[in-house]
Each structure stands twice: as structure tokens, then as C-alpha cells.
């Protein structure tokens, strides 16, 4: 089974993962971005044993032989039934509280663990590691009649409970006979009866999450599995800016053994259009209106800096573009492989493509109705900077969409946005009766087109290609006719979709591209690529193949219906960053586009 096969709970300010054994292995204060404190995900050297472990919140059934677990129906509250060798039964019920409260979403850094003996007398030992500034620092433990802070250089953590903090804080095992709340997270008391308060906010979660399924404009087909890619899309939404993460982890490496490693925890331009397309479909206006305020406040950033002339393509989450790379050394690595890295140093690079990002997010601001915050003519100017620049370099070199640090080229996936940039200009100045600006961006954009058509295609290949003037293919020119800038049934179109399958196609998954990079060979597969190569073929009418190949995908989820970044191609075993927004997305527009209609099914 991959080690990956976890569950992840969140309330849109922190998140946590949860092992097969119901165990927190990842959690980050006081958000996405932060410390993380549980990090034994990322400290697991062969052959530890559980004495070993750091930075783990572990509620240890004595004598456990089984672990069965699953979310409470459209929620992102996990249940676990665990049961001993002598027929006891107990229930974890682990969540981050979301609701409603005095007309705003109560949403604190705080999980909360709560203990239910379902039959006999279970005995557990509860086992709260955290441990502060990476892995390198453990806390200084205090303790009250009903909580122990933990207290670190920077912040401290509390936990609150009503069971023994005693035996809690000595890890000393003990009969669970009555239902039991941990509450973990910031260092505030907690003003209410424990029992009664998680009661509370347990049912209001549940409430909360299966309201916002019922919002959701959901596909006939595959049901399950796009509310729950939803959900978990959702739960990489930092709320109070509207930034989603590309995944809520660092350093899950993308195939055994590989420098192939990196911190995704913050929020990338390219991935705007992406997530736009798959929360539009589902409806969610809300998340999305707030994701298009991040993005227009980048724009503002930008504008507001006079020297700036390229988009960094990544951001943090508060909106900082600084995210100097660096090791976090007292971690061992996920499985031993480190290293382990804070920040990304892909901030730095040459990546065109972030000005068509922007554009395709921010249409939606002009022309989608639903929406309260609309565009305006400060935001189309701002829009029309970037309308430029991405005129400047459409043909100029970068480090291109899988984010090369030691090659450039003029890569065909950035060029085609810097178009689809102009072309998505042009639109908006229709819809704000500006003719003379969308005559200026149709003029630019047909002159791009023209010039991105015969450098990205080669004729002896006949087929279009990665880089002007090249040879090699990659998976991105599966979504020219996604972008429009070719039509579905264009035979150039269709023989590059053909190309691309066989040449990336490695079981029912596709590799990003099949040459040498700056780490060698790929020995994985990139998820979202088969998505892309399942969305091609739908779109230039090989449905049924689409269909089968979009299955065989699916059953690549681990048991909470959930992915990674990639896989690899011959055991299907997830590996990279998890969850990974992107494969989510990508599960989410693959089945929207081939599921029968609710009128079909009918």
C-alpha cells in the first residue's frame, strides 16, 4: 500500500493529514504555510521505531489489528473504527471546525480529535509530539488541570481535553470508558464544557460542508469522486486571502531517490486557469470570486512596483513573492530521502506564461454575471500592462511550464498564453464597449498567432512541438485547442494528440515529456498530463477510449479517493506532493466533460 495513502481534513486555515493508523503525520501553524509541527511525514528514517517518532499527535489503540476509516459523507471529517485483538471498538473523529458564527466562517488553527468507545473497554496511549522550527527545536511542556502548552521560540500550542492530562503527558496508556475531546491548536483557553463544545462544533462542521456539497453543479457521472475532489480542492483554499496551494506539502518527492523534491505550499499563476475552469464548472462562485481577488491584488502589486517588469510565478500565500529555498536539515525526509525544503526557489525564474494565467483567471471578473466583485476599468488597465508584456516575450526564451533551472527555450505552452492573453483582451474590452482596445489586442494577437503557428510546428513531424523550432513533444500541447488556439478538429491538432500518446503514454499515465532535464530522465508520471491526454481525446471524438482511460485513472486514488502529484507508471504508487491540487482539478474538468447529462441519465 503507498504511503501515501492518507486522509487530509482542514478547515481553509490549517490542514492535517492522517495516517492509516490515525495518526497525524503533517500539520502546518498557524496555516498552510507555516511550522510544521506534526512533520513526522517528513522524519521517517527506516527502521524508527514509535519511541522515536517526533512531531506526531497519535492516539494508539492497545492491541489495534485493524483500522478501518472513512469521511462522514460529503465532509472533510474522518472517522476511524479501530478494534483490538480482544473485540474492543473505539472511533476517532478528527476535524478542523468550520461554521457559521455571528454572520462570519469560524475557522481557527485548531484540530480537534474526538474519542468514542463504541464496545468493550479500549485502552489507548496518546502520544502529542509537536515539535517547533522544523523538526529541530521540542517544545517546553507546561501544564493546567485541563491542558498542557506547548511552547515554542516563536508561538505556542495548547492542547485541551477532559481526559487524564497526566496520562496524556506521560504517553501512560488508559481505559477509555466515556467519550473523550482533544482540542488542539492556538494557545487561548477554551471557554466552554469540552464535551458538549466538540459535540457542537462537530455537528455545525458537518452541517457546514454538506450545505456546500449541496451548492456544488455536479457532473451525472463519477459523483463520488469529483464532491470529494471538490471538497479537497476547497481545503487547499487559504480563505482569508483566497489563495489556493498547489498541495499541502513540501518535499513528497516525485519518484524514489530522486533531487526531484519541492515545496508546493504556496499558490502559482499557472495553476489560476486551471482551478478558475474546474471551480466554474462546479458552481462554487464564492471560493472563486475570492481566488480572483488574489490574483487582481497581484496585479495591483505589480503595478505598484516601477521596476518590476517580470511575473514572479509563484506567490505565497499573504502575496509574497520571496521564497528563498532553503534545507530544513533535523528532518530525515519523506522515507528517509531527503532533503527536506522550505521555499521555492522557482520564484526567481523567467516563466511566461504567468501573464496568460492571469488574464484567462481574471475574465470572469468581466463577463460572469453571478459575480458581486466585477471588473472595472482600473483592473483592464492593469490588465492591459501585462497585455504588453506578454507582447514583449511571447517569442523570448524561458525556464518554459515544468519549470527547467538550468535551460532555456522559447517554449511553445508560454508563447500560446502570452496569445491567449490578448485574445482573452480582446473579449473584455468587447464586453466594456472598448472596440478601439479590442481592434489594438486583435491586431496583436493575430501577429502572435501567426508567428507562434510556424515556430511551434514542425512539418516533418507534422505535429506541433514544445519549443520553437524543435523536435521534442511534451504533454501542454495537449491543451491547444483547451486554449482555442486551434480548433479540436484540426488535423495538425489531432496528429499531435496521436504523437503525444505514444511517445508520453506509459501504461493509462503520461509522463510530462521523454528527454533529459536537469535531473535526468522521468520515472514517474505526472497526473494531471493523463487528465490533459483524457480531455484530448474526448475533444477530437475518441470518447469511449477517454472514458476507459479516464477509469483506469481513477482507480489510481488512494482509499480516501485522493492523489498525489505523480505516480509511477508500472505500480500506480502515488508519489510527489499530496493532495495535489492540480490532479484534483484535473479529475474534476476530465469528468464534467464526459459524463452523460442529468437529462441523459434520466
Avoid at 336 to 358: E, F, K, L
Wanted: net charge negative.
Amino acid at each position: 500500500m503507498s504511503s501515501l495513502d492518507l486522509a487530509v481534513i482542514g478547515n481553509c486555515t490549517i490542514s492535517a493529514l492522517v495516517d492509516r493508523r490515525a495518526q497525524i503525520v503533517w500539520s502546518c501553524f498557524p496555516r498552510f504555510d507555516g511550522d510544521p509541527v506534526f512533520s513526522a511525514l517528513l522524519d521517517s528514517p527506516e527502521g524508527q521505531t514509535d519511541a522515536e517518532q517526533k512531531g506526531i499527535f497519535a492516539i494508539d489503540m492497545v492491541g489495534m489489528v485493524s483500522c478501518e476509516q472513512t469521511y462522514l459523507e460529503n465532509t472533510a471529517v474522518l472517522v476511524s473504527r479501530l478494534t483490538d485483538s480482544f473485540g474492543n471498538i473505539l472511533e476517532i473523529t478528527d476535524f478542523a471546525p468550520r461554521f457559521k458564527h455571528y454572520d462570519r466562517t469560524f475557522r481557527p488553527p485548531m484540530l480537534i480529535r474526538r474519542v468514542y468507545p463504541v464496545k468493550g473497554r479500549p485502552r489507548i496511549r496518546v502520544r502529542l509530539r509537536p515539535h517547533y522550527d522544523w523538526g529541530g527545536c521540542p517544545p517546553n511542556l507546561t501544564r493546567g488541570s485541563n491542558h498542557l502548552r506547548f511552547v515554542g521560540p516563536a508561538y505556542s500550542l495548547r492542547l485541551t481535553t477532559d481526559a487524564s492530562v497526566s496520562y496524556v503527558q506521560d504517553e501512560r496508556p488508559f481505559v477509555v470508558d466515556r467519550p473523550l475531546s482533544f482540542f488542539f491548536g492556538e494557545d487561548e483557553p477554551l471557554r466552554s464544557e469540552t464535551d458538549s463544545t466538540a459535540r457542537a462544533f462537530l455537528d455545525s462542521t458537518v452541517d457546514f460542508w454538506r450545505d456546500w456539497v449541496r451548492s456544488l453543479s455536479i457532473p451525472f457521472d463519477w459523483q463520488e469522486a469529483v464532491i470529494r475532489a471538490a471538497i479537497t480542492l476547497k481545503l487547499c483554499n487559504y480563505e482569508e486571502t483566497g489563495a489556493i496551494v498547489a498541495a499541502l506539502t513540501t518535499s513528497v518527492p516525485e519518484a524514489p531517490h530522486t533531487k526531484r523534491n519541492w515545496d508546493y505550499r504556496y499558490c502559482w499563476l499557472r495553476d489560476a486557469y486551471f482551478v478558475i475552469q474546474a471551480l466554474n464548472r462546479l458552481g462554487t462562485t464564492k471560493t472563486m470570486e475570492e481566488y480572483l481577488t488574489y490574483i487582481t491584488n497581484i496585479v495591483d502589486d505589480m503595478e505598484a512596483i516601477p521596476d518590476q517588469r517580470d511575473m514572479p510565478p509563484l506567490f505565497s500565500i499573504t502575496r509574497s513573492p520571496d521564497l528563498e529555498e532553503r534545507e530544513a536539515t533535523a528532518l530525515a525526509g519523506y522515507r528517509g530521502m531527503g532533503p527536506v525544503r522550505v521555499g521555492n526557489a522557482a520564484y526567481t525564474q523567467i516563466q511566461n506564461d504567468a501573464y496568460g494565467s492571469i488574464v484567462l483567471a481574471s475574465v470572469h471578473a468581466f463577463l460572469d454575471k453571478r459575480l458581486i466583485r466585477t471588473g472595472n476599468r482600473a483592473l483592464f488597465s492593469h490588465l492591459e500592462k501585462l497585455g504588453h508584456r506578454a507582447i514583449e516575450v511571447f517569442d523570448q526564451p524561458d525556464a518554459g511550464p515544468w519549470e527547467l533551472r538550468t535551460k532555456a527555450a522559447v517554449h511553445t505552452f508560454p508563447s500560446v498564453m502570452c496569445w491567449a492573453a490578448c485574445d482573452r483582451l480582446i473579449k473584455i474590452a468587447e464586453a466594456m464597449g472598448r472596440e478601439d482596445r479590442a481592434a489594438f489586442w486583435r491586431e496583436n494577437a493575430d501577429r502572435m498567432h501567426r508567428v507562434i503557428n510556424e515556430r511551434s510546428y514542425n512539418p516533418e513531424k507534422g505535429t506541433f512541438v514544445s519549443s520553437f523550432d524543435g523536435a521534442d513533444l511534451d504533454a501542454t500541447l495537449l491543451l491547444l485547442a483547451e486554449l482555442d488556439f486551434v480548433k479540436a478538429d484540426d488535423p495538425r491538432f489531432i496528429a499531435t494528440v496521436d504523437a503525444v500518446g505514444k511517445a508520453l503514454r506509459r501504461g493509462d499515465l503520461l509522463l510530462r515529456y521523454d528527454v533529459e532535464d536537469d535531473f535526468g530522465l522521468m520515472h514517474t508520471a505526472f497526473m494531471i498530463c493523463g487528465f490533459w491526454y483524457v480531455d484530448a481525446l474526448n475533444a477530437i471524438g475518441r470518447k469511449d477510449e477517454a472514458k476507459e482511460l479516464f477509469e483506469h485513472i481513477l482507480s489510481l486514488r488512494n482509499s480516501f479517493g485522493l492523489f498525489s502529484e505523480d505516480a509511477d507508471f508500472t505500480t500506480g504508487e502515488l508519489w510527489g506532493n499530496f493532495p495535489q491540487t492540480y490532479s484534483m482539478v484535473g479529475l474534476i474538468n476530465s469528468a464534467v466533460r464526459l459524463s452523460r447529462s442529468w437529462e441523459e441519465a434520466f
